[in-house]
């Protein structure tokens, strides 16, 4: 008979065949943010459910889409920042592993 999740607020079943205390979903959320996925909720719930750079309306749904709400977290802490749209998090990204000076980017876009 499988359980319910460890994480506080989940109502989600964890698998029984890992060993894990956690569902799925939250395992991995923990692993990789070190926040539950009703934690996740809550921070894009504290957005109103927008994107905290483009104010797009987003939702955690799994998918891979421009508007699947995403983690955002600092590649060099782990610190988790906010929830931003797929879009905003993939160019984040790329500018934080490029090392991309952003005042001059900023400067540049102004010009």
Known sequence: MKKKCKSERCEN???????????NPCRNSKQ????????????????NGKCLLCDTDIVF??????????????????EVRGILCGNCNTNIGYLENK???LDALASYLKS
Not at 33 to 46: A, F, K, M, T, W
């Open 99 to 101: 090392k991309i000076d």
């Open 32 to 47: 990789r943010y070190g926040i539950s996925v009703p934690e996740r909720q809550d921070l894009l719930n504290d957005q």
């Open 13 to 23: 079943l964890r698998p029984h065949v890992n060993g894990s205390a956690y569902c």
């Open 61 to 78: 749904d799994g998918s891979r889409s421009q508007y699947s709400a995403c983690v955002d977290h600092s590649h060099e802490t782990g």
